[in-house]
């Protein structure tokens, strides 16, 4: 009998201490330097976005997971959509460079949506998140 595979990719645990560290270190300017009303619009702003954005990789770290059925995809802020296999359109990698910038995003499509993932969100290469899923999708049988 052959065990499920399963695999998952995630936030890197450093990059979510780094969102952590930073939205804790301008939430405590802002309370340091609260008498100045510019610096404190700033910070504010600034504090609220790092600490969405922290909690969001700690409330939902793994953004993708694959197994014989299909795919989980975190959609939205944290919210989970469950994929078959047979409702993914393709799963393709694309790539920009504009000027110095050269991006790649994992895309997977379906019938009615579009899910991207970036190697941040992966913590892994795209390439090697596609490769991957080509793999996982060949074991699946009728």
Request: glycine letters at 6%; charged letters at 25%.
């Amino acid at each position: 009998m052959e065990a499920a595979q399963e695999r998952r990719w995630r936030v890197p645990p450093g990059h979510v201490v780094v969102k952590c560290a930073a939205a804790a270190a301008v939430t405590a300017l802002l309370v340091l330097y609260s008498h100045d009303p510019q610096f404190r619009f700033l910070a504010g702003a600034a504090a609220i976005g790092l600490n969405v954005l922290a909690l969001r990789d700690l409330i939902a770290p793994v953004r993708l997971a694959a197994d014989r059925d299909g795919l989980t995809v975190v959609t939205g802020y944290a919210r989970r959509h469950r994929l078959r296999w047979d409702e993914v359109v393709s799963i393709r990698v694309d790539e920009r460079r504009r000027l110095l910038l050269h991006t790649r995003i994992l895309e997977i499509e379906t019938a009615g949506d579009l899910y991207l993932l970036s190697a941040f969100d992966l913590g892994s290469d795209v390439h090697d998140a596609a490769d991957e899923l080509y793999r996982l999708r060949a074991r699946t049988g009728p």
